[in-house]
């Protein structure tokens, strides 16, 4: 059965595969001291067009969270961040496991404002005993969010400049990130993000790796012993290589937001054959994620030719259904999956 | 230059590379819920003869050193490990970082003894006050050792009783686990390590996997929700194919014995040449790590023609070296190593 | 200046204080295990009638809340509380930084209802990936609430069965216990709390003594090894007799009840006298603290012969600020506060 | 019976609790904002004659721990320590509880040296995959150690050089600071102590308080948000008085070293008889603690009439045992013990 289940259906992209293979014998120092993520590194410094960045490569993105989250922060901080944000949900708790609170703000379509942040700092600043409360240290946003949405350039820019005014670093979760900047609605460039942010990560594994994350500290700010850190949370992969080589091929000849465009040019197909059709949006997605309104009754008889993932309820007759792209979304599976709405 | 530096110098073993390219476009479920590594844990369970045993992938040692600890632990629990067990002294406080205490106990060439096991227990049941005291709630050891050393069959069975006698889980450290249990000294199967332990794990990531480690709870006694546990440790892959696949490979038609004993018949060859040569062994290893007793004056000129590595300062002339070699080793390069000495 | 700031601004009742001074000399065992300590234990089940109860006692409010806490929950799990519950929003962060999140329910004058626990329950185990979510593992509510409301009977009991009936303990959050259950408004007894919960504390620092909160186990499941958690905590004092020798007195011949009656019948002549002069209440509140609405220009004057706590902005001409009573409020401090409105 | 089993038998000195009694009913700010602790802490810095020191009270010594050493470490970084630390081997895991490895060096009578520390950094340093190992990133010592015995002058000298060279912060736990300053062999100060460390703390918990220990910063380091750190260790109390009052009377007149004084001469009289009678010493100590080797014969014999602490087997005929004075020892409790020698 064809799947739009979720954006890490398969392996890796070809062409990343067939430089694991060509380097394979290669010996190589272990930990990420391999030639292999050094040009992967330089590739990428590059290609962001930011000579203050340091870059290291993690396997998955709740551990990138987790480890990002717990390097910045100190002990007695938490973290702002959208009360939909993947940290708040989805991560079994991982960020409150390494001690801190995600201080959640109001979120709409995903995402959240500079003048929430702005709002919840006065307030607490305003408190007499802020003693008992805790301190946000930095803010976390996703790009795109777990909807699919997108920040303008000024939404970015404003939620910048409150961090940069409060001394708080923003974390720009990418784990979609290619999905986000090539979309035709995206008004930001990886250049932008890499300028915006304090610390970001390009998303790997749902972007054409088997696995991988590259994190980028954007401001000459990688926090001291990170690697130290990092094997503390046991997140040091021994074949560093591992990385490295999939992110240097990522970022060689533009493969990432080639592959990108792949996908999200197969969500809008979709997106806009459910509007033919008159299905309502849940949330107007311009990247790899649609969300849609079904009947329940359409949902069961899609649910017999197609996987798709039950988002939520909508109310008693109908659903909130998503299809997920990806770089290895085959047209000829978009087409079947038209066919049978 | 050739390496002898460590075990994870390579990628991984060529038919490994080819599962993963013949697997790599079939759309399957995420998290460890794919058809590949639902085979590879029955391939390990039918190997391992244990049927009260589940399986578990991880991506690295330290990552489930800290894991399977973590979830066994009660939270006012230590660990009982040698003191020159790696989670003791290499793996940068991940176990402390996760709130347990590592209460060591005397090792000699890596190993702990079923007597001073009990003797720690001796010790801290007659305290008035041990609840001032960090509770011994598991043990933990390696097969081989941190120093390429076996325990014998008796070694391990007495420790396996002591343990149960005491409800203390006996945990196995298999980083290396291929490379112990093809060695001819090796008096024990894995069938017996199985049956001795209540945890233990098959090293990927140093026998012919990129990376991944197979975690086998071998009593009913897998920790509950350990998914949940493993997600909160940032530790669950999306595309938990990538270990599947790979052990999937490594446990078809016994190849992952059959690497593991070409790593140790090269190992041999190097102690062999070393031992003709006159050099002394600093433990005798009959694993795939030699350390050996070279003068300073040795150690330069070896240097500038070899890689590998310094493991300590012997006395003011020699220092123990360590050669390891794994399923990647070439002969050629192992003669190459001898021509030089 | 006379204050209404908190209800903690005197030292201990005199009673306590004098229990203090009589036992000063008596050489007793540390930890807990002196004879005041024990007799305390026998004084409050009796007075609970709960034969299958364990009693323990510690230091403060938030170290109670973070061990209690810590103790009955899985490393996997979190605790649903009220959006405005004390361990979200007061506590630093200390549920957190023992690795458990505070999964929020919307609070109504404080309180949660059992509809709200139920409802958070079914679409947690809807969820397909609910093991990317924090397992709910006990409930945690405040009797009275941190605005001074409280339970009824119905509402008690409804939320103990639905969290029995999801095999999730039920903590009762108490330091200011005595001042909910002596409210002529209270529907529960401290026999009911009792039954109810599965766990809850007698708040001491608040109401006669000088520090020190009675954490009552009541079925029989006291968490194995709690000293040892208590002091891995680090909050196990070596003279535990201060604890028990202060509830020793406060729970002989009802001192515990009747210095609270006196707080609650302070309050009320507060509450009366501003409802009289025609202010607007911002809770109505029937226990020891009264949450009054002010123009900024009241504020103002009043701030001049009294001391309270600015709650927070009720609209940019009116704050909401608090005045608390406690065992030690001066009647004659009241009458002059009524004189000033 | 009478005891010598510990050094918290009785309550707090008379004077301690005459000033609770005295200022009981004066309305205070909470959480360590009121006049008496404001009062303490000028008492206190004067008599340390240390401008720049910052200073703080907590309830007891595990805690105090615990809480300077998170505070003072960054999250990769482990603590330094005698193996026979207090930490190391009696507060259930508190430090790595909160996260941190307590690296353990070999200790003498207690004691560790300069010397120890330095050669621990040079292996440390020297070690190629340092990042894998724990960051010592502080010391701490206990005066007197845990044995009663003392640094001399320039150990302590040295050891403050060593780690100030080496930008490690030096903690001294000083639970029983009075009775090592006190007593005729030492050769340091409080001043000294102030002068030598980063921070260390003047125990009251054993010497004349009910609880507390005032937590001094010496050189203007009281860590960022330190109360923050303290509510996050559930460890800030309420009515911060209690805590403030007590060290206010210490520290007023000299009480603080006068009754630490009585405890030495008990402590004293206790040791010569025991040395007129024959017994051998285990430790010399000149503090308030003895260690005595005596025969399981007289052990059973003495055990009849006196309460004191078995400390460990000596061999299969003798064991050390522990014989504590206090402020609170009654002369004529010496005496008896002495009579039944």
């Known amino acids: 059965m064809i799947s739009f289940a979720n954006d890490y259906l398969e392996g890796a ?8 293979i060509e380097t394979n ?26 000579q203050d960045a340091s870059v290291r490569f993690l396997v998955g993105g709740t551990q990138t969270n987790q480890i990002v989250i717990d390097a910045l922060l100190n002990k007695f901080e938490g973290v702002l961040a959208p009360e939909t ?24 379509n995903g995402k959240i404002s500079a003048h929430s942040v702005k709002e919840y700092l006065e307030v607490f600043n305003a408190d007499e005993t802020k003693e008992h409360m805790v301190l946000p240290g930095m803010v976390y946003i996703s790009f795109p969010t ?55 990560y390009i998303g790997g594994t749902k972007i054409g790796a088997l696995c991988g994350e590259a994190v980028v500290f ?20 021994a074949k560093g290589r591992l990385l490295g080589v999939q992110f240097l091929e990522l970022f060689t000849n533009n493969l990432y937001f080639d ?15 459910f509007l033919d059709r008159g299905y309502e949006l849940f949330f107007d997605s311009p990247t790899n994620q649609q969300f849609i309104i079904m009947t329940n009754d359409q949902v069961d008889k899609l649910k017999q030719h197609v996987s798709f993932a039950i988002w939520e309820k909508y109310d008693n007759d109908r ?4 299809f997920a792209t990806s770089w290895g979304t085959l047209e000829k599976n978009v087409d079947e999956l038209i066919s049978y709405l």
Request: a negative charge.
């Open 319 to 322: 659903m909130v259904v998503r």
């Open 25 to 50: 014998m290669e010996q190589e120092h272990g930990y990420g001291s391999d030639s292999f993520t050094k040009q992967a590194i330089e590739n990428i410094k590059e290609v962001i067009e930011c």
């Open 146 to 200: 777990e909807y699919g949405t997108l920040y303008t350039y000024e939404e970015l820019e404003d939620l910048s400049r409150v961090c940069h005014d409060n001394q708080l670093p923003l974390f720009i979760d990418g784990a979609r990130l290619g999905y986000g900047l090539v979309s035709e609605k995206s008004e930001v460039t990886i250049q932008d993000i890499a300028r915006f942010s304090d610390v970001f």
């Open 85 to 108: 944000g993947h940290i708040n949900v989805r991560e079994a708790g991982a960020i409150e496991y390494s001690g801190h609170k995600v201080l959640t703000l109001p979120s709409v």
């Open 259 to 273: 592959i990108s465009q792949h996908a999200v040019a197969m969500s809008l197909k979709i997106k806009q054959a």
């Open 218 to 237: 954007t401001k000459n700010n990688e926090p001291k012993h990170f690697i130290s850190t990092v094997k503390q949370h046991g997140a040091l992969l």
């Open 13 to 20: 992209h070809e062409k990343v595969l067939q430089r694991l």
